[in-house]
C-alpha cells in the first residue's frame, strides 16, 4: 500500500506522464520528465528515478509506481 503522503497522482496522456498537480507550486497538468515505459520499471522495484518538476525545479526520487500514483521517497508538500 502507498502512503499517501509520499503519492503523486499521474496520468498518460498521448505517450507523455503528467501530474495532475505540482505537490510544490500547485501548477496543475504538470509534464513529468518520464517515459510511460519508466513505468514498469518503477512497479517492479528495479529502478529509482529522480525527477525535476520544470514548473518550480524542486527535485523528488521515485522509488515506486502503481496504475495511479507514483510514490517519493519523503512526503510531498501540499499546497
Do not use: W
Not at 510511460?36 to 522509488?63: H, S, Y
Amino acid at each position: 500500500m502507498i502512503p499517501l503522503q509520499n503519492s503523486l497522482p499521474y496520468d498518460i496522456q498521448m505517450n507523455e506522464v503528467f501530474a495532475t498537480q505540482c505537490p510544490f507550486c500547485g501548477q496543475d497538468h504538470v509534464p513529468l520528465p518520464l517515459k510511460p515505459e519508466d513505468i514498469p520499471t518503477l512497479k517492479e522495484g528495479r529502478r529509482k528515478l529522480a525527477i525535476v518538476f520544470p514548473c518550480c525545479r524542486n527535485r523528488v526520487q521515485l522509488v515506486d509506481a502503481d496504475s495511479d500514483y507514483l510514490l517519493s521517497d519523503k512526503p510531498l508538500k501540499r499546497r
